[in-house]
């Protein structure tokens, strides 16, 4: 009995440590993706957004799946928050690590996310 007690305990630990830290808030992501990114990468994300028209590369196409899906969460979290030039790609997306806080960039995250889902 005390094994089996035992190894219920580890497991609860190991999934907890496996947990994600906060559920997303795709509502708030939604939100500022309208607000911020679909000037450039539109509304759908299609990469044709009224102020994307004017750089010199076209933004992102962040409702394409196959692009996307070659992208962990991890990288597009890097190029939100440092922006294209610190990560390998283009210059004219800009870092917005000082305007949102790490939880809102996940958000926005997620919220691209759902341009894939069927």
Known sequence: M???I???GTGAIIACAFAPVRAANLTAGKQDYQTFCASCHGSGG???GSAGAALAIQ???LSDCTM???????TIFNVIKKG???TG???EMPAWGS???DGEIHDLVAFLRTFCEK
Do not use: N, Q, W, Y
């Open 2 to 4: 005390k094994r089996l």
């Open 6 to 8: 035992s190894i219920i």
């Open 46 to 48: 299609h990469g044709r």
């Open 59 to 61: 933004p992102a196409h």
């Open 68 to 74: 996307m899906a070659k992208m962990s969460d991890d």
């Open 84 to 86: 294209g030039g610190a």
């Open 89 to 91: 790609r283009s210059k």
């Open 99 to 101: 305007a949102f806080k």
